[in-house]
């Protein structure tokens, strides 16, 4: 393999081979690099459809849409290294790999990491009871279901109600697995329509709202698990749980490399051109954001296939930029600083992470001074679009701030 | 070297010098110890596999002994099982990270235990505990939350594997000769001329002697040779294991100010990268299942917060939860009954990964004084386990074929622990030989891969062929 290359990417999903591709399309040396042994990220065990209306406009499955990236990615001349980790990121673009083939370091004018998002664990999530086998995330669910071919359990329990919780509903009708119900501690669906109609009317699963998975319950396997709703609890048999959604970003790699986090996304802390604070490292897809769709992490790729396009014809401004504060109801906001200069960005984006949903007023700020606001009503895991002027136009003033200044709650 | 014997097996007729019951750390180290020696030694375990009791779940340190009862029998198996772990880490390959120890007094009250502290570890022979003051302190563990009175400190406490070095204790007896039965009940048992047939789920085990190191179900165990003298209380104690950087936040063991009861909730590094705070001191009649509750886990994070406040942020790869034999006695149940062909192991609560050598030398000693003379051993077989702690070399520093990314286990390691000798029959246990599904996703990228290695062999996870 390669010692050397103008653009390594981490992570062969959609926003990694997104990027590859426009990037080997415009004659530059990629390299992804993939811990998995196959290339295009979770997209590869998600079986259901509803993939490539905006990169391929046609609908595929997720197995069909992942062979059509790593396809396109080769086609345009992009060396895609599977069973590769990327053990340690350190300063000037180098990447220390290990793979079968022994340990090897490759070294890239830019980087980008597209290493995506996972659910929440168990562990992580506090939840009570005891830790027998049938505790799966959706991921792991279809992998079970899609990649080896093993049926995880019979009766299960979707805990969440995402987006990814309805394709846990669609994977578990394929492997034959019962759907008990879905549990959602929020007081109505997360997911936008049509999941709850797929859940209610097509697949017929009871959704529990109010709802709190208190305890799991079981020796070797899972016997059950007890809910809480309205103070009162009540118990569900089944022998399995999906833990969906809850999404993180996948920051292994970086969590202890030297690259700024930010706290709230968990992810790197990016400029308007994706890049990360070490300037020749970029970052796109879920691993800013948990979580959006294939299509949008995508379309991010892309854009960060562009800014590095830029930087290569010397385009991109340079300097620390201001800090966008995040305040009032909000966990976070993407780019996290502005840098002054340098062709328009894309869209500017933040999402809030609100447990509850919430009525009030989005605040773009400067020194006090209010830019722009407007009214809105934040949901659970829903993103926010912001215009890009006001933010441009607060980082250059200085201290500028987001926030969401509620009103009421419902 | 195969060791899971299945009913039916032509093995009923065998007579063995002596039965371990339990596979426990404290029933292997017996194990190892009397194989060491040259007897004929069969262990039989009812979990599924080794470490499934009490011995799965703790705080996997290496303790000096400073804050034991001085004179207690406890203290002296501590040591002793100290001692021996240090001299034969290096042939079993048993990890060892010395971080040293803090106890953190944060009351005047506290504060004026600590003389009290010092005094007790020297009468215990530990001469090199001392007390510190707060700048001290606070040049050692910069991350440490401010309002620290004052500090003992013990430089030689250890952070060690809990499971590897077990394994290794099983492997060497397997070596010498031992067998070993998982998924093995004793229902009972009756001792006629000096034999004792001990009824298990696999059928008949006849043995001269029998060794109860049956942990959390001792009593009952104790129960077919007499009537138990003590009874088991399961003290159960939770735990919460932080991602990797959370480790920078301390250096050493950060422990309080013990009470009557309990030594408290410490915060610690692991031998796995990780920061682990707990336990909980909680007393169930339930032996066999400790639950996690999800309030508790919430109070174990504030808790370790108020001492390190940077641990606010930090991410939880794993929560779980042990048992310990506690009985009605703070000291160790350790006896044995010449007449009936018995050593009692019982109530080994809380210092049991440390003692646990020491306790096997101990168990030795009072067969060679009280049953039977022990033959001349013959020179030890040493049996090193695969290296998982992270602050030393593992294989894929080289390189291959990673199945868990998150804990960077190959697919190579995942085999060897499938395969002999003793290879894992459940989920737990081939965590507790590899690490993985151990790291902050908790198998999201990889428990299917996993159950395809594992092909049905794992009693708690489904494969292709089951």
């Given amino acids: 393999m390669k010692a050397q290359a103008d653009v390594a990417i981490v992570g062969s999903g959609p926003a990694g081979l997104g990027a590859a591709t426009a990037l080997a399309q415009a004659g530059l040396d990629v390299v992804v690099v993939e811990r998995e042994q196959e290339a295009g990220g979770i997209p590869r065990h998600c079986g259901h459809t509803g993939y490539g209306l905006r990169e391929f406009q046609r609908l595929l499955t997720g197995p069909a849409y992942a062979r059509r990236l790593v396809s396109d990615a080769r086609a345009a001349g992009v060396a895609i290294e599977t069973g590769t980790t990327v053990v340690a990121l350190t300063p000037g673009g180098q990447l220390d790999l290990a793979s079968s083939g022994g340990r090897t370091t490759l070294t890239a004018r830019h980087v980008l990491l597209a290493t995506g998002a996972r659910e929440t664990p168990r562990s992580a999530r506090l939840i ?283 | 070297m195969f060791s899971l014997h299945l009913p039916g097996d032509d093995v009923a007729d065998l007579e063995y010098d002596l039965c371990v019951i339990g596979g426990g750390v404290v029933g292997l180290a017996a194990f190892r110890q009397f194989c060491l020696a040259g007897l004929n030694v069969i262990l039989v375990e009812r979990g599924a596999d080794i470490l499934s009791g009490a011995s799965k779940g703790n705080s996997a340190i290496l303790h000096t002994g400073f804050d ?133 789920t696999h059928g008949p085990v006849r043995a001269r002697t029998v060794i109860n190191a049956a942990g959390n179900h001792g009593d009952v165990v104790e129960a077919i040779a007499r009537p138990s003298p003590f009874h088991v209380r399961p003290r159960k104690g939770q735990f919460v294991v932080f991602d990797k950087p959370a480790s920078r936040l301390a250096a050493s063991i950060i422990l309080p100010v013990p009470t009557e009861r309990t030594k408290g909730v410490l915060a610690c590094r692991t031998i796995w990268g990780n920061l682990l705070v707990g336990p909980t001191a909680e007393d169930q009649d339930e032996r066999d299942l400790a639950t996690l509750d999800g309030a508790v886990l919430a109070g174990l994070i504030a808790a370790g917060t108020r001492l390190i406040p940077e641990l606010a942020g930090e991410t939880v790869t794993a929560t779980y939860a042990g048992l310990r034999p506690a009985t009605e006695f703070k000291d160790y149940q350790i006896e044995v009954l010449p007449n009936l062909g018995w050593i009692t192991l019982g109530g080994i609560r809380s210092t049991g990964l440390t003692a646990s050598l020491g306790i096997a030398a101990h168990a030795a000693h009072l067969y060679g004084e009280a049953i039977d003379t022990l033959p001349q051993a013959p020179a030890p077989i040493w049996t090193p386990v695969p290296n998982l702690a992270e602050h030393l070399p593992r294989p894929s520093a080289e390189g291959g074929h990673l199945i868990c990314h998150c804990e960077a286990v190959t697919r190579a390691e995942v085999e060897a622990a499938l395969a002999g000798p003793l290879p894992a029959t459940s989920l737990g246990g081939l965590k507790r030989r590899t690490r993985v599904m151990l790291g902050r996703c908790q198998g999201f990228y990889c428990s299917a891969a996993v159950a395809c290695l594992a092909n049905g062999q794992l009693v708690d996870m489904p494969g292709a062929s089951t």
Avoid at chain 1, 291 to 313: K, N, P, Q, S
Avoid at chain 2, 115 to 121: E, L, T
Wanted: with cysteine.
């Fill in chain 1, 128 to 410: 009570g009871g005891t830790r027998p086998w049938g505790v799966i995330n959706t991921g792991a669910l279809q992998q079970f279901t899609y990649l080896s071919g093993i049926r995880p359990f019979s009766r299960a329990v979707v805990i969440g109600t995402e987006l990814v919780s309805f394709s846990a509903l669609l994977t578990l009708r394929h492997a034959g697995i019962a759907a008990v119900a879905m549990v959602e501690a929020g007081p109505r669906i997360v997911a936008r329509r049509p999941g709850d109609w797929i859940a209610r009317l097509l697949l017929d699963v009871p959704v529990l709202v109010s709802s709190r998975l208190v305890e799991i319950e079981g020796g070797t396997q899972v016997t059950g698990v007890v809910v809480e709703r309205n103070g009162t609890r009540f118990r569900l048999p089944c022998d399995g749980v999906v833990l969906s959604g809850s999404f993180v970003p996948e920051t292994g790699l970086i969590k202890e490399g030297h690259l700024a986090l930010d706290r709230g996304s968990g992810g790197p802390a990016i400029d308007q051109f994706f890049r990360t604070t070490d300037a020749q490292v970029l970052a796109a897809g879920n691993v800013l954001h948990p979580i959006e769709t294939a299509g949008v992490a995508w379309a991010e790729g892309r854009a960060a296939a562009a800014a590095i396009l830029a930087d290569c014809r010397g385009d991109l401004p340079c300097g620390p930029g201001t800090q966008i504060t995040v305040g009032g109801g909000l966990a976070y906001a993407y780019p996290q600083r502005v840098v002054a200069g340098g062709p328009p960005p894309g869209k500017l984006m933040f999402r809030a992470r609100a447990t509850e949903a919430a009525t009030g007023r989005l605040v773009i700020s400067a020194g006090g001074q209010t830019l722009w606001s407007r009214g809105a009503r934040l949901l659970p895991e829903r993103r926010v679009q912001l215009p890009a002027a006001p933010v441009l136009e607060a980082a250059r003033i200085g201290e500028a701030r987001i926030a969401f200044e509620t009103q009421a709650t419902s």
């Fill in chain 2, 68 to 200: 034991a009862p001085p004179g207690s029998l406890e203290t002296a198996c501590m040591q002793a099982g100290y001692a021996e772990y240090l001299a034969i880490a290096p042939h079993l390959n048993l990890p060892l990270l010395q971080t040293g120890a803090h106890v953190v007094a944060w009351s005047p009250e506290e504060q004026a235990a600590l003389p009290g502290i010092v005094a007790k570890a020297h009468a215990n022979g530990v001469m090199d505990v001392a007390e510190i003051d707060p700048t001290t302190l606070y040049a050692r563990e910069p991350h440490l939350a401010p309002g620290a009175l004052g500090a003992v400190e013990v430089p030689r406490e250890h952070v060690i594997d809990p499971w590897s070095a077990p394994l290794a204790y099983a492997w060497q007896g397997l070596a010498h000769g031992g067998t070993i039965w998982r998924g093995c009940a004793v229902l009972g048992g009756a001792r006629r001329d000096g034999l004792w047939t001990l009824d298990t």
